[in-house]
């Protein structure tokens, strides 16, 4: 009997830190998204009442998949493409540089004086990359590929927009509890002024598509392929007690221009869809580049 009991105890000893867990996991997200998330009304949301019908599912989750999968489910019923949490085995390792351009950076001359830069984020170092290649390529014209860009720091998207206008210019307005407005950083008379082609698609997101619709609408650029995204909140990340993360977004995000680019994306002036063996957009950018109006 006593060995018995002393069994049971010792599977309540076990079973006990992870429903403490969660339940510590799952009550810093509601906090944290009843606090900072920027539309106070929640778009209609009742956040009480969808906490707690989500609340015994991630008590009970056996494990930290299956806890991030609740939450998630939740956080999804307000409809933000930057509301979401990752638990710490879905963190993503730190970048990894395998050379001096790095492996989410690339430069190469795509045509007869046409340089193609290509980068997958927003994250310091790209913008002195991006300067030091113009500086040394000296283009004709120029080609941004941003159809792998997943988005990222908001420092470094107003430097790079920078290097492409003569002033300062106003780049995005930011609104929550209080408004922000950006202005693109490092402006100057200097600054590149060949034609530019600006490629996107589905995967391009965040400030990849604020870069897009900045350099089009600003008449700097023509945009090729396809529809971006669409997500587009001022996400800021909050670490969780097991040591996953929360990103809210505690900022709504408009142009300059007062368009709204989550949910609706970039759609570019000219389509053209990557196809296997091919791609269209860099041939079209390319032809469109070399044309003499450009």
């Not at 006593?2 to 810093?28: E, H, M, Q, W």
């Not at 007690?241 to 368009?259: F, K, N, Q, V, W």
């Not at 000219?270 to 041939?283: N, Q, V």
């Amino acid at each position: 009997m006593k060995a018995l009991l002393a069994l049971l105890a010792l599977l309540c000893l076990g079973a006990a830190p992870s429903g403490t867990i969660n339940g510590r996991v799952f009550d810093r997200v509601s906090s944290l998204v009843a606090g900072r998330y920027w539309d106070r009304t929640m778009h209609g949301l009742d956040w009480s009442a969808t906490t707690a019908q989500y609340r015994p599912d991630a008590i009970a989750a056996p494990d930290s998949a299956t806890l991030y999968k609740v939450i998630n489910r939740m956080l999804a019923r307000i409809g933000d493409s930057h509301v979401y949490a990752r638990s710490a085995a879905q963190l993503p390792p730190l970048p990894r540089r395998n050379d001096d351009t790095g492996w989410n950076r690339r430069a190469r001359w795509a045509a007869d004086g046409v340089l193609l830069l290509a980068f997958d984020q927003f994250e310091p170092g790209d913008d002195r990359w991006l300067i030091h290649s113009l500086r040394s390529y000296r283009p004709r014209a120029l080609i941004l590929d941003l159809r792998h860009n997943v988005g990222g720091d908001a420092d470094i998207l107003d430097r790079i927009a920078g290097q492409f206008v003569a002033k300062t210019t106003p780049l995005i307005r930011l609104s929550g509890r209080r408004t922000i407005e950006e202005r693109t950083k490092g402006s100057d008379p200097q600054s590149y002024r060949g034609p530019i082609a600006v490629l996107i698609g589905p995967r391009t997101t965040s400030a990849a598509e604020i870069l897009a619709a900045f350099l089009d609408d600003s008449g700097r650029a023509i945009t090729i392929g396809e529809r971006s995204k669409g997500a587009v909140t001022g996400g800021v990340d909050h670490r969780l007690p097991d040591g996953g993360r929360l990103t809210i977004a505690e900022y709504d995000i408009h142009l300059a221009s007062g368009r709204r680019l989550e949910r609706e994306g970039v759609t570019p002036r000219h389509i053209a869809s990557e196809k296997p063996g091919g791609d269209a957009p860099l041939d079209e950018a390319i032809r469109l580049l070399s044309q003499p109006a450009a």
